[in-house]
C-alpha cells in the first residue's frame, strides 16, 4: 500500500484525538507507514548516489577537459584548442542535465527521509503509549521494537544530516514513565531497570552529540568576533580612511555573517538553545540514574 | 571641538534602549573592552587642503595608547523580525616625534551607534538600519602623520532582499565636519549623499557536503550616488553623479573564510575638474591557524584617474590619486575571554601630479576581553 506523505500527521492527529488506548490495530497501520517510507527512501537514496555518481564523471571529466583546454591555449596549439572546445560544448549539455538530476534526485531524497522521520517518531509515541499501558514483562518484545525504532530513527537522521546537511534540530523523544507496581516481582523491576539504563544510554549519546555541536557553533562564534575585532580595530578610529575616492553603496552588517542564508538567528541563540536542551537531557539522565537507584533498593526487598 | 555631542550618542543610545528594557526583550549579544598600544612610523612629502598645519619634515614617529568598547544589543528577537543596535566607542592617544616644529599630542575621541531592523517577508528580508558617527580629534598634526579630522555622519538606509538572490537598497548619508576658525577648509568637505545599490547573488554548496555553514557565493552589483558638496564650488554647490559597478566573491569553510571585491566607478560633476574614473579592488581573508590561533588579512588597491588631462589642483578630502592598504592581525585566544593580537599595517597614499605621497607603516599589541562571554 502507499501512503502519501500527509497521511503520517494525519494518523498521528487521529491516534492523539482519540486519547484512548492505543489499539494494536493503530499500530499495525503505523507500522505498515513506516514500511511504506522506508521503501521509498531507499529508492530515494539509491538514486541519488547513482545521480551523484553520473554527476561526478561528468564533472571529472569537465574539469580534465579544461585542464588540457588551458595547456592547449598555452601552446598556442589552435587545432587542439578547437578541438577540446567543441568537446567541452558537446558534454556541458550532458553536465548540465546530470547536475540538474542531482538536484532533484537530491530533493526527493530529502522529502523521503522527511517523511521516514515523521512515520518513525509517530511509531515511537505509539509505542511509548503501548508500554505505558502494559504490563511490565508482560510483552519483552515492547521495549525491543521501542529501541528498534529509536535506533533506525537516529541512522537515518545521522545518514542525512551526512549527506544532505543538517536538516532538523535535535530534540529529546518522549519516553515512557516507568514506576514499581505493588505486585511486581524482583524480575519485573529487573527488567524495568534494563529498560531505564538503555534510556540513560541513549541520553548519554544525545548529550555528547549536543556537546560536539555547540563546541562546533562556539568555535564559530569565536571566530566571527574575532573578525569583527579586527574590522573594528581599523574602522573605529578611522585607521584605514585614507584621502583618496570615498567609498560608496556599502552596507554595514550587524553582528554574524552566519545569517548568509536569511536565518535571522545568530550563532549565540542557536548555542543558548543547544545548551539548554542539553541540560535538559543531562537533568533526565540524572533522574533516570536516581530512579535506577530507587529500583534497585527496591527489587532487592522483593522476593 | 564641539562638547556634548558623545553625551548626546550616550543618550541616544539608552533611548533606543529603554522601551525594550522595558519589555524584559533586551539581550547583550556580544560586549568587548579593547586595550591597545602601537608604534609607527610616517614618511612622505604629501599634502593636503585640511590639514593647515605645514612641517617640513619627511620623517615622523608616533606612539599610540587606545582603549575603546564595542558591544552589540539585541532589542528585539521575534521569529522574524529583530531589532539590534551596535555602539562603539573609544579614545585614543598619540605622541609623535621627528617634527621640526613641535611635537604634536593629538588625542582622538570616537564614537557610534547603529540601529539595524530586519523583518523577515514572505519572500525575502527587509532591512532598516540608522547610524550615528561622531568623531573628534585635537591637536591634529602636519603631514606625513595623516589622521583624518573629526566629523559627525548620519546615516538611514533600507534595503530589500528577494528570496536570497535579489537585492536593492538606498541609503542617506550626512556628514559635517568640525572646523574650528583656524581650519575653516574642512568645511569644503561637508557632504550630502543619497546611494541606490542593486545586485544579485547566488550561493552555492557542494553537493555532498551541505553543512549550511560553509558556502561560496557569487555577487554583481551597480550602484548610483549622488554626492552633494555645499562648501565646494564657486556660486553653484559641487554636485557629483557616481555610477559604479562590480562583483563579489565571498566564501566560507572550515577554516577559511575569504572575500574579494573589484569595483569600478564613474564619477561626473558640476565641476568638471573633479571628475574621474576609479577602481577599487579589496580582498579580506581568514584563516583558523590552529585550536587558539587566527590569522586576519586584508588589503586595498585604488586607483583614480582625472578626466581632465591638466589637472593640477587637489580635491579637498580626496588629494590622493591612488592607494595601497595592507594590515594582519594575529590573535591569539588566551581563554574564553581574553585574547592578545598582533597587528601589522603598511599604507602608501599618492598623487599622480606631483608624485607626493605618505606612507604609513607599524605594528600594535591589543588586548581584548569580554567580560560577559
Known amino acids: 500500500m502507499k501512503c502519501p506523505r500527509w497521511s503520517v500527521p494525519l494518523l498521528i ?4 484525538a482519540a486519547g484512548a488506548p492505543v489499539a494494536l490495530g493503530a499500530q499495525g497501520n503505523l507500522s505498515q507507514v513506516v514500511d511504506d517510507w522506508e521503501g521509498r527512501y531507499e529508492v530515494a537514496r539509491d538514486n541519488y548516489q547513482a545521480a551523484y555518481q553520473e554527476w561526478e564523471y561528468y564533472e571529472s571529466r569537465w574539469q580534465q577537459l579544461m585542464e588540457e583546454f588551458g595547456r592547449a591555449q598555452a601552446a598556442d596549439d589552435e587545432r587542439r584548442t578547437t578541438e577540446i572546445l567543441a568537446q567541452l560544448q558537446d558534454l556541458s549539455q550532458e553536465r548540465d542535465r546530470a547536475e540538474s538530476a542531482l538536484r532533484i534526485r ?9 517523511g521516514l522521520i515523521s512515520a518513525l517518531e509517530a511509531r515511537i509515541e505509539l509505542q511509548v503509549q503501548q508500554m505505558e499501558r502494559s504490563p511490565v514483562g508482560s510483552n519483552p518484545d515492547l521495549l525491543d521494537e521501542y529501541n528498534l525504532y529509536s535506533g ?3 541512522e537515518v537522521e545521522s545518514e542525512t544530516e551526512t549527506e544532505l546537511g543538517p536538516r532538523r534540530e535535535l530534540e529529546l523523544r518522549p519516553m515512557p514513565d516507568m514506576q514499581i507496581q505493588p505486585d511486581d516481582t524482583r524480575g519485573e523491576i529487573n527488567f524495568k531497570i534494563r529498560n531505564l539504563q538503555n534510556r540513560i544510554t541513549v541520553l548519554e549519546d544525545v548529550s555528547s552529540e549536543l556537546d560536539g555541536k555547540i563546541a562546533q557553533l562556539e568555535n564559530r562564534q569565536r571566530w566571527e568576533r574575532t573578525r569583527d575585532d579586527f574590522d573594528a580595530s581599523l574602522q573605529g578610529f578611522d585607521v584605514i580612511v585614507v584621502p583618496v575616492t570615498p567609498r560608496s553603496g556599502t552596507t554595514t552588517a550587524v553582528g554574524d555573517t552566519t545569517a548568509v542564508d536569511l536565518a535571522l538567528e545568530p550563532l549565540e541563540t542557536r548555542i543558548a538553545r543547544l545548551t539548554g536542551l542539553r541540560d535538559d537531557v543531562l537533568e533526565r539522565i540524572e533522574q533516570l540514574e536516581e530512579k535506577v537507584e530507587d529500583f534497585q533498593r527496591e527489587a532487592e526487598r522483593r522476593p | ?3 556634548g555631542r558623545f553625551p548626546a550618542l550616550l543618550a541616544m543610545c539608552v533611548g533606543l534602549a529603554a522601551p525594550a528594557a522595558a519589555d524584559g526583550q533586551i ?8 586595550e591597545g598600544a602601537s608604534l ?5 612629502n604629501f599634502a593636503a ?3 593647515p598645519q605645514i612641517d617640513s619634515t619627511e620623517k615622523a614617529v608616533a606612539g599610540v595608547g587606545e582603549v575603546s568598547v564595542r558591544g552589540i544589543l539585541r532589542l528585539m528577537g521575534r521569529e522574524n523580525q529583530t531589532v539590534d543596535v551596535a555602539f562603539d566607542g573609544g579614545i585614543r592617544q598619540f605622541a609623535t616625534g621627528g617634527f621640526q616644529l613641535r611635537n604634536y599630542a593629538p588625542r582622538e575621541h570616537s564614537g557610534s551607534v547603529e540601529t539595524m531592523y530586519q523583518r523577515l517577508i514572505r519572500s525575502g528580508t527587509l532591512t532598516a538600519q540608522t547610524g550615528a558617527r561622531l568623531r573628534s580629534i585635537s591637536d591634529r598634526p602636519p603631514l606625513p602623520i595623516y589622521l583624518s579630522p573629526g566629523y559627525d555622519r548620519y546615516t538611514a538606509g533600507v534595503s530589500y532582499l528577494h528570496r536570497g538572490l535579489f537585492d536593492l537598497g538606498v541609503e542617506g548619508e550626512i556628514a559635517d565636519y568640525l572646523a574650528p576658525k583656524v581650519q575653516p577648509a574642512l568645511d569644503l568637505l561637508d557632504r550630502s549623499s543619497l546611494v541606490v545599490n542593486a545586485g544579485i547573488r547566488k550561493i552555492y554548496r557542494s553537493a555532498a557536503e551541505l553543512d549550511r555553514d560553509d558556502y561560496w557565493g557569487l555577487r554583481a552589483f551597480s550602484s548610483y550616488s549622488y554626492h552633494s558638496y555645499p562648501q565646494q564650488g564657486e556660486g553653484s554647490p559641487r554636485i557629483d553623479h557616481a555610477l559604479g559597478a562590480g562583483a563579489a566573491f565571498q566564501g566560507r569553510w572550515e577554516r577559511l573564510s575569504l572575500e574579494l571585491t573589484l569595483e569600478g566607478t564613474r564619477s561626473r560633476s558640476t565641476s568638471l575638474r573633479v571628475e574621474y574614473n576609479a577602481a577599487r579592488l579589496n580582498g579580506r581573508a581568514d584563516w583558523i591557524l590552529g585550536e587558539n590561533t587566527q590569522i586576519g588579512l586584508l588589503g586595498t588597491l585604488a586607483r583614480k584617474r582625472f578626466i581632465q588631462p591638466d589637472q593640477d589642483a587637489l580635491v579637498a578630502g580626496e588629494e590622493a590619486d591612488n592607494a595601497s592598504i595592507l594590515y594582519a592581525e594575529l590573535t591569539r585566544h588566551l581563554g574564553d575571554r581574553v585574547s592578545g593580537a598582533f597587528r601589522f599595517g603598511w599604507q602608501k597614499v599618492e598623487t599622480n601630479i606631483s608624485g607626493a605621497y605618505y606612507t604609513r607603516f607599524g605594528g600594535s599589541f591589543f588586548l581584548r576581553v569580554r567580560p560577559w562571554n
Open chain 1, 106 to 114: 537530491k530533493d526527493e531524497w530529502h522529502d523521503a527521509s522527511e
Open chain 2, 1 to 3: 571641538m564641539r562638547t
Open chain 2, 27 to 34: 539581550r547583550l549579544r556580544d560586549f568587548v573592552i579593547t
Open chain 1, 152 to 154: 533506525r530513527l537516529r
Open chain 2, 40 to 44: 609607527e612610523g610616517y614618511l612622505g
Open chain 1, 13 to 16: 492527529g487521529a491516534l492523539a
Open chain 2, 49 to 51: 587642503i585640511t590639514v
